[in-house]
């Protein structure tokens, strides 16, 4: 027996396309959704919560098709505390081949005023809504939603009520990201010890990131006897966000001397899905953050890079190659061909078809001839805008140019192809997006409002592209857009028509939103 089998297994939870999904802003398409799941099934994740099916028909037909094409990974859908709830959740869940129920109600005092049930009232609901998801299915979770500031005595109560009534694996959120990490080990091996039955469930870890320690509280959770952690790829998550997947992931495998615990995480598949998280949610990931951030392998000041030509070990703790970077020199140009850009391609995680090849081929050679050398960074921009630019899109950029000038105002003058039909505009701003903006919205009135403009260089140089974020939001709903151009102007005018196009899809389906931010 190797070392590493006779380790306990921490079972990874992952929570990036409800939990993460939830979050103001990170709305992602239900194609989207099921290309995560799919990148969440293949990397090993034990459980995948794919969404809240109550909350919107496009969440529960997003849960099921998730629950249809997963292989490996059980799915799970989250229910509040009603049989209305719970009966959705399966019908969404029970197509997987390993389907679970995931039902939870805010215990805490604050928690307990809303729904303005006492303390016996909500002991009895916890007692019928788990006995009833389970007479549906045999793997149910039960939550008790801002279990860190619930008073212990009740705590311990509702925790054996649901385990007496069939629940198998009892979650135990900080919800409001709240705890330390010495009170979040302690809070679980009291459980653990003191609550009859503990020994026949699964205890498992969600923690919130406010006060940044959500990373170190689910670590010290796993000390105090939880077997499971739940997470979302770039710690995606309400407010500050959850648990890091690859966080606690790398930490317990660098760490593994003093933290014994083996995960079935394959850690080489973490900067792909990062990176896609980071695309489909438009939240781009902190410069230094932890594993994923594009400088937490990078080597700038003399001292560091003389060490790690001696020795890479001197200020590295584990080698890139582990979460998937590959460290290459090939720089592509305008005379690499196409096995090049392929192998390139697979390199950075990406595997295509031929005619898709043929497709990105002829977009790399364009980029290619406007930029002398093409990074990495490049192509991943690049790809990501194929994935994005959808054929069925409602408006398409068909011309831009943009006048500028040291004394404004700056003038756009746009082409733009709306339901099949060309359009075109002059407009005026002040600078050369807001122009570009306001052509956009002359030639497509609406009124949604931008809540987020942000322009990042995708690599050096002042042949760079540009990759362009934008938010809008329009009657609660809100939707983003991304693109990659050397032109910014051109990057932004495409990023803000993505954005509309999103809107224009959720116009149509129409989404309440009622059910989708309680939990
Ligand atoms: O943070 C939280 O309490 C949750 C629950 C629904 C598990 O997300
Ligand atoms: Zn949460």
Redesign the pocket.
Known sequence: MTESTQQERVLIFDTTLR?GEQSPGATMTHEEKLEIAQMLDEMGVDIIEAGFPIASEGDFEAVKEIAKQAENATICGLARANFKDIDRCWEAVQHARRPRIHTFIGTSPLHREIPGLSKDQMAELIHETVSHARNLCEDVQWSPMDATRTEWDYLRRVVEIAIKAGATTINI?D?VGYTAPRESAELIRRLIAEVPGAEDVIFAT?C?NDLGMATANALAAVEGGARQIECTINGL??RAG?TALEEVVMALKVRNDIMPYTTNIDTTKIMNISRRVAQVSGFPVQYNKAIVGKNAFAHESGIHQDGMLKNKETFEIMRPEHVGLKETNLVLGKHSGRAALRAKLKDLGYELSDNQLKDVFVRFKALADRKKEVYDDDLIALMHDSATEAHHDRIQLNHLRVVCGTSGPQTAEMSLEIDGEDHSVTATGDGPVDATFNAVKALVPHDARLQLYQVHAVTEGTDAQATVSVRMEENGKIVTGQSADTDTVVASAKAYIQALNKLFVRREKGKPEDAAHSA
Do not use: F, V
């Open positions: 939990d959120p919800t969600h919130h998550g309400e959850n």
